[in-house]
Protein backbone atom coordinates (compact mmCIF):
# COMPACT_ATOMS: atom_id res chain seq x y z
CA UNK A 1 0.00 0.00 0.00
CA UNK A 2 1.56 3.32 -1.05
CA UNK A 3 1.41 6.23 1.70
CA UNK A 4 2.54 9.82 0.92
CA UNK A 5 4.63 11.88 3.23
CA UNK A 6 4.50 15.49 3.01
CA UNK A 7 7.94 16.49 3.14
CA UNK A 8 10.32 19.54 2.62
CA UNK A 9 14.17 19.82 1.90
CA UNK A 10 16.36 22.77 2.82
CA UNK A 11 20.25 23.03 3.07
CA UNK A 12 22.26 24.40 6.44
CA UNK A 13 25.26 26.12 4.15
CA UNK A 14 25.58 23.29 2.07
CA UNK A 15 24.05 20.36 4.64
CA UNK A 16 20.58 19.49 3.73
CA UNK A 17 17.74 18.66 5.96
CA UNK A 18 14.38 16.71 5.17
CA UNK A 19 11.63 17.97 7.25
CA UNK A 20 8.82 15.47 7.74
CA UNK A 21 6.18 17.62 8.15
CA UNK A 22 3.27 14.54 8.69
CA UNK A 23 2.56 10.92 7.51
CA UNK A 24 4.90 9.86 10.68
CA UNK A 25 4.42 6.79 12.41
CA UNK A 26 2.45 7.24 15.57
CA UNK A 27 4.58 7.44 18.54
CA UNK A 28 2.34 8.06 21.48
CA UNK A 29 2.66 11.50 23.44
CA UNK A 30 5.68 10.39 25.81
CA UNK A 31 8.58 12.33 26.26
CA UNK A 32 10.68 13.05 23.24
CA UNK A 33 13.66 10.45 24.31
CA UNK A 34 10.53 7.93 24.42
CA UNK A 35 9.16 8.87 21.27
CA UNK A 36 12.56 8.50 19.84
CA UNK A 37 13.43 4.84 21.25
CA UNK A 38 10.31 3.52 19.94
CA UNK A 39 10.98 5.23 16.55
CA UNK A 40 14.17 3.49 16.59
CA UNK A 41 12.96 0.00 17.88
CA UNK A 42 9.77 -0.11 15.88
CA UNK A 43 9.78 1.82 12.83
CA UNK A 44 13.37 1.94 11.29
CA UNK A 45 12.44 0.84 8.02
CA UNK A 46 10.65 4.54 7.96
CA UNK A 47 13.79 5.73 8.86
CA UNK A 48 15.43 4.15 6.08
CA UNK A 49 12.89 5.08 3.70
CA UNK A 50 13.23 8.60 3.99
CA UNK A 51 17.11 9.14 4.54
CA UNK A 52 18.51 6.27 2.17
CA UNK A 53 18.56 5.98 -1.26
CA UNK A 54 17.27 6.28 -3.41
CA UNK A 55 15.25 8.85 -1.66
CA UNK A 56 17.91 10.15 -0.10
CA UNK A 57 21.71 10.03 1.00
CA UNK A 58 24.12 9.50 3.18
CA UNK A 59 25.21 13.63 3.95
CA UNK A 60 21.12 13.80 4.33
CA UNK A 61 19.72 13.84 7.86
CA UNK A 62 16.26 13.47 8.76
CA UNK A 63 13.89 15.37 11.12
CA UNK A 64 10.59 14.31 12.22
CA UNK A 65 8.23 16.96 13.33
CA UNK A 66 6.25 15.73 16.48
CA UNK A 67 3.59 17.32 18.88
CA UNK A 68 5.39 18.43 21.43
CA UNK A 69 4.38 17.72 25.37
CA UNK A 70 3.66 21.47 26.21
CA UNK A 71 1.48 24.11 24.18
CA UNK A 72 4.07 26.54 24.87
CA UNK A 73 6.49 25.14 22.52
CA UNK A 74 7.25 25.18 18.84
CA UNK A 75 7.08 21.32 18.30
CA UNK A 76 9.29 18.29 18.78
CA UNK A 77 11.94 17.36 16.54
CA UNK A 78 13.35 13.96 16.25
CA UNK A 79 16.33 13.49 14.15
CA UNK A 80 18.15 10.73 12.05
CA UNK A 81 20.28 9.64 8.93
CA UNK A 82 21.04 6.89 6.45
CA UNK A 83 22.29 4.89 9.67
CA UNK A 84 20.26 5.76 12.92
CA UNK A 85 18.45 7.84 14.97
CA UNK A 86 20.47 11.04 16.33
CA UNK A 87 19.97 13.11 19.67
CA UNK A 88 20.65 16.17 18.24
CA UNK A 89 21.31 17.83 15.23
CA UNK A 90 22.56 21.77 14.62
CA UNK A 91 22.15 22.02 10.97
CA UNK A 92 19.18 20.20 10.96
CA UNK A 93 17.10 22.28 13.94
CA UNK A 94 18.26 25.14 11.68
CA UNK A 95 16.68 23.75 8.39
CA UNK A 96 13.68 22.90 10.67
CA UNK A 97 12.93 26.20 11.69
CA UNK A 98 13.75 27.79 8.17
CA UNK A 99 11.49 25.03 6.79
CA UNK A 100 8.72 26.54 9.15
CA UNK A 101 9.14 29.96 8.17
CA UNK A 102 8.88 29.42 4.77
CA UNK A 103 5.83 27.74 5.05
CA UNK A 104 4.45 30.57 7.03
CA UNK A 105 3.98 28.18 10.52
CA UNK A 106 6.86 30.30 12.32
CA UNK A 107 7.04 34.05 12.50
CA UNK A 108 10.50 35.82 13.28
CA UNK A 109 11.27 35.55 17.53
CA UNK A 110 12.21 32.97 19.88
CA UNK A 111 11.19 29.54 19.65
CA UNK A 112 11.61 26.46 21.55
CA UNK A 113 11.48 22.90 20.07
CA UNK A 114 11.92 19.66 22.35
CA UNK A 115 13.98 17.40 21.01
CA UNK A 116 15.29 13.49 22.44
CA UNK A 117 18.36 14.98 24.44
CA UNK A 118 16.35 18.37 26.17
CA UNK A 119 14.77 21.51 24.61
CA UNK A 120 16.13 23.46 22.46
CA UNK A 121 16.00 27.57 22.05
CA UNK A 122 16.23 28.82 18.48
CA UNK A 123 15.67 32.70 17.18
CA UNK A 124 14.39 33.48 13.82
CA UNK A 125 15.78 36.48 13.07
CA UNK A 126 13.36 38.87 10.50
CA UNK A 127 16.39 39.03 7.74
CA UNK A 128 15.79 34.92 7.41
CA UNK A 129 19.08 33.80 9.54
CA UNK A 130 18.55 31.36 12.39
CA UNK A 131 20.55 30.70 15.98
CA UNK A 132 20.48 28.01 17.90
CA UNK A 133 21.16 27.57 22.02
CA UNK A 134 21.27 23.75 21.95
CA UNK A 135 21.88 21.95 25.58
CA UNK A 136 24.69 22.32 27.51
CA UNK A 137 28.06 20.25 25.71
CA UNK A 138 30.96 19.40 27.98
CA UNK A 139 34.02 17.38 27.72
CA UNK A 140 33.29 14.12 29.27
CA UNK A 141 36.99 12.73 29.42
CA UNK A 142 40.43 14.00 28.59
CA UNK A 143 43.30 12.76 26.35
CA UNK A 144 41.91 9.20 26.17
CA UNK A 145 44.38 6.75 24.45
CA UNK A 146 42.59 4.59 22.66
CA UNK A 147 44.60 1.33 20.19
CA UNK A 148 43.56 1.40 16.78
CA UNK A 149 44.12 -1.80 14.59
CA UNK A 150 46.34 -1.15 11.80
CA UNK A 151 46.58 2.73 13.22
CA UNK A 152 48.57 2.20 16.24
CA UNK A 153 47.36 4.05 19.23
CA UNK A 154 45.24 7.99 19.03
CA UNK A 155 44.52 10.15 21.79
CA UNK A 156 41.59 12.41 22.08
CA UNK A 157 38.91 13.93 23.95
CA UNK A 158 35.07 12.60 24.87
CA UNK A 159 32.75 15.27 25.09
CA UNK A 160 28.77 15.55 24.43
CA UNK A 161 26.86 18.01 22.22
CA UNK A 162 23.41 16.45 22.25
CA UNK A 163 25.09 13.43 20.84
CA UNK A 164 28.32 11.71 21.81
CA UNK A 165 31.93 12.70 20.11
CA UNK A 166 35.40 11.39 19.89
CA UNK A 167 37.57 14.63 18.80
CA UNK A 168 41.38 13.12 17.87
CA UNK A 169 43.95 14.71 16.03
CA UNK A 170 44.21 13.30 12.00
CA UNK A 171 47.05 10.90 11.29
CA UNK A 172 50.19 12.69 9.95
CA UNK A 173 49.98 10.70 6.50
CA UNK A 174 46.26 12.02 6.13
CA UNK A 175 46.01 15.43 6.31
CA UNK A 176 42.36 17.18 5.91
CA UNK A 177 41.69 17.53 2.48
CA UNK A 178 39.57 16.19 -0.34
CA UNK A 179 41.99 13.85 -1.89
CA UNK A 180 42.25 11.60 1.17
CA UNK A 181 38.44 11.41 2.24
CA UNK A 182 38.08 7.77 1.15
CA UNK A 183 41.12 7.12 3.80
CA UNK A 184 40.18 9.41 6.38
CA UNK A 185 36.81 7.74 6.20
CA UNK A 186 38.21 4.19 6.55
CA UNK A 187 40.35 5.18 9.57
CA UNK A 188 37.19 6.79 11.21
CA UNK A 189 35.33 3.63 10.73
CA UNK A 190 37.95 2.22 12.42
CA UNK A 191 38.22 4.35 15.51
CA UNK A 192 34.89 3.81 16.07
CA UNK A 193 35.04 0.29 15.85
CA UNK A 194 37.76 0.49 17.93
CA UNK A 195 35.87 2.15 20.79
CA UNK A 196 33.23 -0.20 21.06
CA UNK A 197 35.51 -3.15 21.10
CA UNK A 198 37.49 -1.78 24.03
CA UNK A 199 34.24 -0.54 26.20
CA UNK A 200 35.23 3.37 25.72
CA UNK A 201 31.55 5.18 25.93
CA UNK A 202 29.89 7.92 27.28
CA UNK A 203 27.89 8.61 30.18
CA UNK A 204 25.68 5.38 31.37
CA UNK A 205 27.49 3.11 28.55
CA UNK A 206 26.30 5.91 25.82
CA UNK A 207 27.72 4.85 22.08
CA UNK A 208 30.02 7.43 20.92
CA UNK A 209 28.87 7.77 17.54
CA UNK A 210 30.63 10.65 16.34
CA UNK A 211 34.51 10.71 15.20
CA UNK A 212 35.80 14.15 14.91
CA UNK A 213 39.23 14.90 12.96
CA UNK A 214 41.08 17.88 13.68
Same mark, same amino acid.
Given at each position: %? ?5 ? $???? #?? /? ?5 ? *?? /????? /????? @????? *? ?19 ? $????? *? ?8 ? =???? $? ?8 ? %? ?8 ? =? ?15 ? #? ?19 ? @? ?8 ? *? ?22 ? =? ?6 ? =? ?5 ? #? ?29
Amino acid at each position: %MLKRVPF $IDSH #TG /GEPTRLI *LD /GGPDL /GRGTL @ARRRE *LFRSRHDRFRSSVACEPRGSE $ISVGA *LLCEASRPDR =AGGL $IFFNNVDTLG %MCGHGTIGAV =ASLAYLGRLRAGRHVFE #TPVGEVVTELHPDGRVSVANV @ASYRFRRQVR *LGVDGYGTVEGDIAWGGNWFFIIP =APERLPLT =AAHVDAL #TRFSLTVRASLSDRGVHGVDGAEIDHIELT
